[in-house]
Every structure is written in structure tokens, then in C-alpha cells.
């Protein structure tokens, strides 16, 4: 027993020992420390043009900056990955970008799901937030693995937070593997089609459908948790 845990332990202090690293490299170098606080003002902008103008200025590098964004934003930026999704289908195309922005996503999930295996959830907290995570543990609570095929509708649940918490429970990665692929595929789909086919009202008027139907599924989900939290405790009484 003891065997098994030490490998574990160990590999945990590597990882971060490693983050430790990377974050005081980053510090330490200007233009890092510079390149990366853009980066952040970027993501957090919301503003899918600069965000277009920023990937496209790497050229033939536009797509590995792309991948390494989606895992960033992943990591560390609890900003819907929408926002990169409608990026990539703006610059390569609508299912050019649709394969980026999948296996970016994928990539950045599997990370976020081993980080929070390896390293427990106080780590985890200080990635995330104790508050966000704490309203992700409803969902996988109420709905268990189907948490991740339930927020992949919800465009503005930052979904990174759910990879997390998956690796805090006891799911099996490659079960959690596949739904994530499967849930996010028909989103990243029609996302990568709206970003690359529609322009100008036509655009705006299907992102608000989106919207409007996000919203309305998260309001039947919330009301579900209540009324059947409050049926489990009549029934308890």
C-alpha cells in the first residue's frame, strides 16, 4: 500500500515544484512577465477581434499559439473557451478551427483533470476559486459524470472548472475523456459555425438564440436541484 502511495507523492511534488518553477521564471524574465499579463488582458477582454489580430500576428505559428492558448485559458483563466472557438473559425475556417478548438479543448481537460488528481483540492482552490468549484460540486452531486454533458450547453460555465472537479472525484479519466469529446463536440460545432459562416446581424442574432437557450436550460437544471434537494429532504424526515 505504502508502495503505490509513494509514486504518487512524488509525482506530485515534481508537478509542482515545476509550477513553482514556471511561475517564478515568469517573474523573474520581463518579457515574459510582459507577454503573459497581454495575454490575460487579452482573454479577459472578451473581444473576439483582438483576439483574431493577436493570433493571426504569429503567422505560420497561428495555430500552436491557438493550441496554447485554449490550454491556458484552461489552466489558469476561467473565461469560456467560446471566445478562442469563434477566433479560430474567424482565421482557418469554420471546421478547420472546429478540429483546433476540439482537440485544444481536449488537451486543456486532460491537463486540468491530472493537475487536480495529482495535486488535491486545496491546489485545485488556488487554480480556481473555492466559491466556483463549490457550485460545480451541485452539479456533479446531483448529476455525476452527466455534469460534463450538461455544462458543455452552458456557453458561459467556464467548463474548465468542471475538468477540475472531475479530478477530484473518483471518475475514471478515460470515462471523463469521453464525454468531455462527446459533450463538447456538437457545441464546438456550432460555435465554429457561427464564428466562420454568419457575419454582422445574422451573427449576432444566433449568438443571442444561444444565449437565450443556455440560460433557459440552465434555469430548468437549477430548478431540478432544488425541487429534487427539497423532495430528498421530505423524504428524510
Known amino acids: 500500500m505504502n508502495k503505490q502511495r509513494r509514486p504518487k507523492k512524488y509525482t506530485k511534488w515534481i508537478v509542482l515544484a515545476a509550477i513553482v518553477l514556471a511561475v517564478i521564471v515568469c517573474l523573474i524574465v520581463p518579457s515574459l512577465r510582459t507577454g503573459l499579463g497581454s495575454v490575460f488582458a487579452l482573454l479577459s477582454s472578451m473581444d473576439v477581434n483582438r ?12 495555430a500552436a499559439i491557438s493550441f496554447c492558448l485554449m490550454i491556458l485559458q484552461s489552466v489558469a483563466a476561467p473565461i469560456p473557451a467560446f471566445l478562442i472557438t469563434f477566433a479560430n473559425a474567424i482565421i482557418f475556417g469554420w471546421w478547420q478551427g472546429a478540429i483546433l478548438s476540439w482537440s485544444s479543448a481536449m488537451a486543456g481537460a486532460a491537463i486540468c483533470f491530472w493537475l487536480a488528481r495529482l495535486l488535491g483540492r486545496d491546489a485545485v482552490e488556488k487554480l480556481a476559486s473555492r466559491t466556483a468549484l463549490s457550485s460545480v460540486d ?7 459524470k452527466h455534469t460534463i454533458l450538461i455544462c458543455r ?9 468542471v475538468s477540475y472537479a472531475a479530478g477530484l472525484t473518483g471518475m475514471n479519466f478515460w470515462g471523463f475523456f469521453l464525454a468531455t469529446g462527446i459533450g463538447q463536440l456538437p457545441a464546438t460545432i456550432v460555435y465554429s ?11 449576432l442574432f444566433v449568438t443571442a438564440l444561444m444565449i437565450l437557450f443556455a440560460l433557459t436550460v440552465l434555469v430548468y437544471l437549477f430548478r431540478k436541484i432544488y425541487h429534487d434537494r427539497k423532495k430528498k429532504a421530505a423524504d428524510g424526515k
Open 193 to 203: 459555425y457561427v464564428g466562420g459562416m454568419l457575419t454582422g446581424g445574422a451573427k
Open 138 to 144: 451541485v452539479f456533479f452531486e446531483q448529476y455525476g
Open 51 to 62: 483576439v483574431v489580430e493577436y493570433i493571426r500576428s504569429f503567422g505560420l505559428w497561428a
Open 153 to 161: 450547453l452552458l456557453p458561459f460555465v467556464s467548463f474548465d472548472l
